[in-house]
């Protein structure tokens, strides 16, 4: 039922029942497996031998993997997918998507900083450039990436950034 009610809010029940049988019938049919999503009245996805790149980012940094995680951010939750008349998804997808996205970045910006520490200058700038695309307004970001560039010998690029952070 609250599947019903962030798809067809508009919709009385009985359609909205109708419509989602519908959805699964033609998901199951395009996918090719009656398996994948089981169930007629109360749905669950068959995850068996399904992976997706939000499971590997949380796992990775469950398993306190941040390069691993990194590398499975392929960027924002559900980008582009909007349903109309639907607010309570696109409440629940705009709440994932900071989220996962603010993960991302604690992530990236823990590898920045290992790097640093590390002398590993070359790519603390790889680290911070990814900060810097992702937020690049943070003051905090962008001292970050000009201190790496600065490490490598790349004064100049650094008031580079310097100078498109301004």
């Known amino acids: 039922e609250k599947i019903l009610g962030l798809l ?17 019938y033609a998901l199951r049919r395009e996918l090719g497996s009656e398996d ?18 939000l499971a590997e980012f949380r796992a990775a940094l469950g398993a306190d993997q941040p390069a691993e995680a990194v590398a499975h951010y392929v960027g924002p ?14 409440r629940w997808a705009a709440t994932e998507r900071a989220a996962l996205a603010h993960d991302y970045v604690v992530a990236v910006e823990r590898l920045a900083r290992e790097a640093d ?15 810097a695309n992702a937020d690049p307004l943070n003051g905090k970001v962008a001292l970050g990436l000009m201190l790496a560039l600065r490490a490598t010998g790349d004064r100049g690029g650094a008031l580079q950034h310097y100078r498109v952070y301004e």
């Open 8 to 24: 067809w809010p508009e919709r009385d029940l009985e359609r909205a029942r109708k419509s989602l049988a519908q959805a699964v």
């Open 36 to 53: 994948l999503i089981v169930g007629v009245n109360e749905l669950r996805l068959g995850w068996e031998g399904l992976t997706s790149d």
């Open 77 to 90: 939750f559900l980008d582009g997918v909007y349903i109309d008349e639907a607010p309570e998804f696109e």
């Open 117 to 131: 520490r590390n002398g590993e200058h070359r790519a603390a700038v790889g680290w911070w450039r990814r900060l």
